[in-house]
């Protein structure tokens, strides 16, 4: 956006912003750190989504969940009484499709 030509708009705006005495006073205004501070400590809380209100909840939930269905089951786990853990490999059916639908040959 520099131009050579001094005749240029820019570059007359430029030289005078130069030339022009630093006398602004560089402080904030009166009370202006306090009034941030007031407004910073009053700020509302910022709306929170359903999904955020009770995700940690939920969390907590299905945690307690699976907790409880291993105290329940832990017998079973215990004795090692899983039907498909001890059948040997034999008799274990070929299409499992077809044990689910109950077909029978």
């Not at 409880?68 to 039907?83: C, E, K, R, T």
Request: aromatic share 6%; hydrophobic share 50%; glycine share 2%.
């Amino acid at each position: 956006m520099s131009s050579p030509d001094p005749k240029h708009p820019w570059s007359r705006l430029t030289a005078a912003a130069r030339q022009l005495p630093e006398d602004r006073d560089a402080s904030a205004p009166y009370g202006f750190a306090t009034r941030i501070a007031a407004l910073a400590v009053a700020s509302e809380t910022r709306a929170t989504s359903l999904l955020e209100r009770f995700a940690l909840r939920a969390v907590g939930v299905a945690c307690a969940l699976a907790l409880l269905s291993v105290a329940v089951n832990y017998p079973a786990l215990a004795n090692g009484n899983n039907a498909l853990a001890a059948a040997p490999e034999e008799d274990l059916p070929d299409d499992a499709i077809a044990v689910v639908l109950d077909y029978s040959d």
